[in-house]
């Protein structure tokens, strides 16, 4: 098994409920989409989708179902990109998924894990996703999130990362991506989520691949926006698996 960086560590004793129990009705690539938020993990950022509308979202939450509260610490989202400085100084993305523990109907982030994977300026792909799902199983954790660079791009979710999403909101309504763009003086990072039910449904229906334009939703909504129930807790703990 890959080093382990382990930082810091909060024992929550979860609600009876593991990411394998959770996923079961899934199988194959649909399975590890579950787990690992896409079945590739493939984040890629266009300047296409900038000109195209795709940067467009919301402040308020739209969603026709009520969402669990999920906390997660400002300091894990510091430490990935001081972990992917490398990269981000090579103008090279990088990706990583997010596990939480359930606690009284609240989620807790407590374990960032990133990946083996290959990266260019503009794309992000896993490699050896069996080692998240182990990770992920043995700790009960429920795949809630994901989070991943743009060096050198603003803060935005792109058409192919929009997909990359739906994979994960499907399963867990609750599911968040953040985005980090250091280079971005308006906004230095971004907690999103589809829209729902309008993003979604354009999603479910979309079955182009590649940097391309989505249509709008049938409520006017955007396709996606940013998260009002999610928290950061600098009273937080968390850990990190660093398997590259």
């Not at 100084?89 to 407590?110: Q, S």
């Not at 990359?164 to 003086?185: G, R």
């Not at 926006?225 to 009273?235: A, I, K, L, R």
Request: glycine share 6%; hydrophobic share 30%.
């Amino acid at each position: 098994m890959a080093e382990r960086n382990c930082l810091s560590f909060m024992n929550i004793n979860e609600e009876n409920a593991s990411a394998s129990s959770l996923c079961s009705v899934e199988s194959g690539s649909s399975f590890c989409a579950c787990i690992f938020c896409g079945s590739n993990f493939l984040k890629t950022t266009s300047q296409f989708d900038t000109e195209h509308g795709q940067s467009q979202s919301s402040n308020q939450s739209t969603s026709s179902t009520v969402l669990r509260d999920v906390h997660i610490s400002a300091n894990l989202m510091e430490d990935f990109l001081g972990l992917a400085k490398d990269n981000t100084e090579k103008d090279l993305e990088t990706c990583g998924t997010l596990g939480a523990f359930l606690k009284n109907g609240t989620f807790y982030v407590t374990t960032l894990i990133i990946p083996k994977q290959e990266c260019t300026s503009n794309s992000c792909q896993a490699t050896n996703d069996e080692e998240v799902f182990s990770i992920q199983n043995e700790q009960s954790l429920f795949p809630v999130g994901w989070i991943h660079t743009h060096p050198s791009q603003k803060c935005f979710m792109s058409s192919v990362d929009l997909h990359t999403h739906y994979s994960c909101q499907v399963m867990i309504p609750e599911a968040f991506a953040v985005v980090m763009a250091p280079t971005d003086t308006s906004r230095s990072y971004g907690i999103f989520r589809l829209s729902d039910p309008g993003g979604m449904s354009v999603l479910k229906e979309c079955q182009e691949q590649g940097f391309h334009p989505h249509k709008e939703t049938t409520d006017g909504s955007p396709i996606y926006e940013h998260c009002s129930n999610v928290y950061t807790n600098s009273n937080l703990r968390f850990e990190i698996f660093d398997l590259r």
